[in-house]
């Protein structure tokens, strides 16, 4: 167990960096997050469907492929299983090294936003509403001069609160 928080490295790029933002390979909480999206992508046969996603030496040569992605299949299982506390930084390095060999530059710029897609829906909840209720908040948010619909929920929760405050 380390002590340190793990910081990801910085991507290496293939050929030239970029003039703004760049890329990380993963941290722990991302691997634990997106797990099944790394299993589904690591695959050798994905190369065929998108071949500029994923290095040259991984898409000519299956023997290699094979070998590197049972290594990062193992690793993410095993990180996967940890709490992020547990993880050593060293199984970290080696999984994030094992990335860079298998995805391009394009390849991986897709995977960061496919996590950050997974991250913002693990923060934010949907349901549903009747049309009826959401004609109410419209009125509300017109007649609040409220512009989303989560300014809309806040006015409410923070006009319940002081309603509830008020009786007590």
Avoid at 20 to 25: D, I, V, Y
Avoid at 50 to 78: D, G, M, Q
């Amino acid at each position: 167990m380390e002590e340190k928080e793990y910081v990801a490295p910085q991507w290496s790029y293939d050929f030239y960096e970029p003039k703004g933002k760049r890329m990380r390979l993963l941290s722990i909480e991302e691997v634990q997050l997106s797990s099944r999206l790394l299993n589904r992508n690591v695959k050798h046969t994905n190369c065929s469907t998108h071949p500029e996603r994923y290095k040259s030496n991984f898409k000519a040569h299956v023997p290699y492929a094979e070998k590197i992605w049972l290594s990062v299949c193992r690793a993410i299982r095993n990180i996967s299983a940890l709490p992020v506390h547990a993880v050593y930084h060293h199984d970290m390095d080696a999984l994030n090294h094992d990335l860079s060999l298998i995805f391009s530059d394009t390849g991986w710029r897709w995977i960061r936003k496919e996590i950050s897609q997974l991250k913002k829906r693990s923060r934010k909840s949907r349901f549903e509403l009747s049309a009826d209720l959401l004609d109410e908040l419209k009125s509300i948010m017109a007649r609040e001069k409220l512009t989303t619909f989560d300014a809309v929920i806040d006015y409410l929760v923070t006009l319940d609160k002081d309603l509830r405050s008020d009786e007590e």
